[in-house]
């Protein structure tokens, strides 16, 4: 095949080896790592108020459920390091926010839970200050949801 | 180059205990410099990953007010001694990293 350097054909050849390029690239990623699923929503962790941060995370028509356990300390002395942890009792259960309603930007983090782990996770998280503790579950496609309040003495966030 | 990430796994009947201590500033934005009172730029970790044997268990987006260093523990599924767990982890900068740790013999 004569091939010139600008010929239809050469540039058929050339953008058909790039997309081959893309897909072998994409491919090999895939094999070497799953690929991510979690889109890091910018416009919820940037909120500032409480309700429109749970809002713009997607939840919807929460009921407040027993079959959330927080644990946390009622009295926290160091607000940069507030421990955490969330059991849901819930059957299905795939996801697990936490909010802190008076940080400055209230949406902490999202647990998606896959079928192979425990509905349950522990962290530390930082709380401005004294502050109810939300955590929302997302089970069977509707959401759940319960509170904890946590007296912070030093605040955490500028820490 | 990120430093490690510590992960301590403890089986229990077929549930693998999870422990990760990753070393990361998770700097806020609004804390200064003591030295010249210069803030200290936003760097934190924004996603989170775990698989077990390969396949995905979890994935978290973390905001800023997740702890420096953040700490997590997580029960593991399905668990056998031999199997494989991996975290990674990207933050806001783009830099990323990844350890894996084998489950150990029941307890």
Same mark, same amino acid.
């Given at each position: 095949m004569q091939v010139t350097p600008h010929s239809p $054909?050469?540039?058929a050849l050339v953008s058909g080896l790039a997309r081959l390029g893309i897909w072998v690239g994409a491919g090999t990623l895939s094999l070497l790592r799953p690929l991510? =699923?979690?889109v890091w929503n910018q416009a919820a962790f940037e909120t500032m $108020?409480?309700?429109? =941060?749970?809002? =713009?995370a997607g939840i919807r028509q929460a009921q407040l459920s027993d079959d959330i356990l927080i644990?946390?300390?009622?009295?926290a002395e160091n607000g940069a390091?507030?421990?955490i942890d969330v059991t849901s009792r819930i059957p299905g259960t795939e996801h697990i926010y936490i909010f802190a309603d008076k940080n400055v930007q209230p949406y902490?983090?999202?647990f998606v839970i896959g079928k192979g782990l425990e509905p349950y996770v522990a962290t530390r998280i930082k709380m401005g200050e004294t502050s109810p503790l939300r955590v929302y579950v997302l089970a069977g496609g509707r959401y759940f949801y319960a509170t904890r309040e946590v007296q912070v003495t030093i605040g955490g966030c500028a820490s | 180059m990120p430093e490690p990430i510590r992960i301590k796994?403890?089986?229990d009947g077929d549930v693998a205990d999870v422990r990760a201590l990753i070393s990361h500033p998770m700097e806020t934005g609004l804390r200064k410099d003591p030295a010249n009172g210069q803030a200290i730029a936003l760097h934190f970790i924004k996603t989170v990953m775990i698989t077990h044997n390969g396949v995905v268990v979890m994935e978290a987006q973390w905001a800023q007010a997740m702890s420096r260093n953040p700490y997590l523990n997580v029960r593991v599924r399905n668990a056998n001694p031999g199997d494989e767990i991996e975290i990674s982890w990207v933050d806001n900068r783009g830099e990323s990293n990844a350890a894996k740790a084998k489950v150990p013999a029941r307890a």
């Open positions: $054909k050469r540039r991510w =699923a979690v $108020k409480i309700d429109a =941060a749970i809002q =713009a644990n946390a300390p009622e009295i390091q507030v421990p902490v983090a999202d | 796994v403890r089986l």
